[in-house]
């Protein structure tokens, strides 16, 4: 398992030694620079004061003078080993015992690097105007290294001694940042089926918020569904209970019969029952893909005349042993949408279904599309006896069944189209009809634009 907490805290170190490494770098480079300007200095004015005030005691005859060094092992660990030289005209008249003594220390005036012995020397050269005399001063580079590496070291060693304490601060800080991941973790462990409410949001860190979003939704989405499981067993229990136990009731007077008339009559008993219990599951299932919480379905162009005759070609047979008649009243320009073939299919299979069950016998039924206002309406009238107004708003709910109906049906006809319609982003309209007579009219409209 990868820890959020070691992984920053490895990047964030790695990116601290990187910039560290950097950064001695350029201290090296830039304390190097600083020293050799301070120890060049040092040299100029070396070479002046040795001007102004050793030479009025040179013998400026020739004779060599060598001016003894101190002992170095009492002297300080940062003490410039400076060696000097004087010459007039072309005689060393002066100079330290580490200076050589048979050439210059430089051949022209100003810095110069140069090597005596084994060791690597700066010089100056100072050449005064109008003056017969040369002066050379040199420093070898081991002070000038050695104070480099000196401060370089120290303040690496500070460096690498706060990595630890660093790396602490850091655990600290990050531990204290992803404590509300912690929390939050602790909260959806709150969460069961009977517990999905959202997670508070009021402290949780702007970075974490989308994920706490994200959750929410996800918890609103697991809720909706337990609901829709529950809703739809509990449907299911109470609405088959009653054809199942019809179910048994005839098969118990099937077997009971003493006669077979009786018996024929009972076992078409179970039959019809068996046939209203497999539409009543038919219904259900439909209802269920038909909720807004599940996927999109795919578009395809549809013609609407062309589904309407195939629907009503399907019913006409249920139509005729009614005694019913279905009218056309298509526009005559053909009209297409683009929407869900299936969803379109179940919404008007069940307006037409619940008007051929509900309209009576020798009743007529007129199916019409038009386009109107950017809307095309697709409408289904029947001259049956209708809904009455005050319960056309109940009858799109799951399982309503008008009082004293004796039509046998489940009440979910009106509930699917509803829900298909919604799916489709159009609007369904239960009214009396236009003329005042009797029926019921359904008016389906959907925007031209979708």
Known sequence: MKSIRIKLLISVLGVFITALTILTVLTYYETSHEIEEVFD??????????????????????????????????????EKHISYQVWFRNALVLRSASAPTDHAMANTAGYSD??????????????????????YTAEDYRARDELTWEIVVESLGVYFWSLPILGIIFYLILSSGLSSLKKISEDVSLRDV??????????????VLPLVTALNELLAKLDIAILKERRFTSDASHELRTPLSGIRLHAQLAMQAGNTEDREHALQQIINAVDNSTHLVEQMLTLTRLDPASPDLPVEDI???TLCDTLITEMQDDAQTR???????????????????????????????????HSGENSEITV??????????????DDGPGIPETQLELVTQRFYRLAGQEVSGC????????????????????????????????VVSIPTQQ
């Open 41 to 78: 200095a040092e040299l100029v004015q070396t070479a002046r004061m040795i001007n102004q005030l050793a030479l009025a005691n040179i013998d400026s005859k020739g004779m060599d003078v060598t001016i003894p060094e101190t002992d170095q092992h009492r002297g300080h660990k940062y």
């Open 114 to 135: 140069t090597s005596i012995g084994d060791k690597r020397w700066r010089v100056f050269a100072l050449y005064p105007e109008s003056s017969p005399y040369r002066i």
């Open 194 to 207: 009977n517990k999905l409410k959202p997670l508070n949001k009021d402290e949780v860190p702007t970075e």
């Open 303 to 305: 013609e609407l005349q």
């Open 323 to 357: 005694h019913q008649k279905i009218v056309r009243n298509f526009q005559q320009s053909t009209i297409q949408i683009s929407c869900n073939h299936d969803l379109l299919y179940t919404l008007l299979r069940n307006l037409l279904e619940n008007a051929i069950q």
């Open 368 to 381: 019409a599309i038009h386009s109107d206002n950017n809307q095309i309406k697709l409408s289904i009238e």
């Open 411 to 442: 009440g979910l006809g009106l509930s699917i189209a509803t829900e298909a319609a919604t799916r489709l982003g159009a609007e369904l309209t239960l009214s009396g009809r236009e003329d005042k007579q009797n029926g019921l009219l359904a």
